[in-house]
């Protein structure tokens, strides 16, 4: 599926966004990260149903690594239920919630939306919150998504 087969515009519930917003607040410095369970993948249209915080392995500032363990967990657990990987998340702490070069080149879910939340006080949303952006990566190229969350 080509990325001009998937969705422009995706809607996330304030409550995801809320929790994520609130775990990439607690793991600063560190970038945060977690995944979004969908009922199918974002890619083809699934919605969004419940996040799940994640452990970034690697502790950095500037890396991401999602511990494999949960993620393996997390992906039997949703395979089981029918569900799907509908987003990974991970933070930025000081700069734009834009995938980095390195965030394309490790990015594995193609049908999966990518999230990225930044703690940057340039970058917040206009309620003050910090800001979130959607995007699709595949093969190291990422394309925006106009996010819409829920009121």
């Known amino acids: 599926m080509s990325v001009a087969d998937r969705p422009t515009r995706v ?10 917003r609130t775990h990439a607040r607690a793991e600063a410095p560190r970038e945060a990260c977690g995944i979004i369970v969908g009922s ?6 699934g919605a ?4 799940i915080p ?3 392995v690697l502790a950095s ?4 690594e999602i511990d494999a363990a949960q993620l393996l967990r997390i992906s039997i657990d949703a395979d089981d239920a029918g569900e ?3 987003g990974i998340v991970h933070s ?3 700069s734009p919630a834009v995938p980095s070069v390195t965030d394309t080149s490790v990015a594995g879910y193609p049908d999966a939306l990518y999230l990225l939340v930044s703690l940057a006080p340039s970058q917040a949303a206009p309620d003050g919150e910090p800001g979130i952006r959607g995007w699709w990566i595949v093969e190291r190229e990422a394309t925006e998504v106009e996010l ?3 009121a």
């Open 54 to 56: 994640t452990t970034n």
């Open 148 to 150: 819409l969350i829920q």
């Open 11 to 20: 809607t996330l519930p304030r409550e995801i966004a809320a929790a994520m």
């Open 61 to 64: 500032s500037t890396l991401y």
């Open 92 to 94: 930025h702490v000081a």
């Open 48 to 51: 969004p149903l419940r996040w």
């Open 84 to 86: 799907h990987i509908w």
């Open 40 to 45: 199918a993948p974002a890619a083809s249209g």
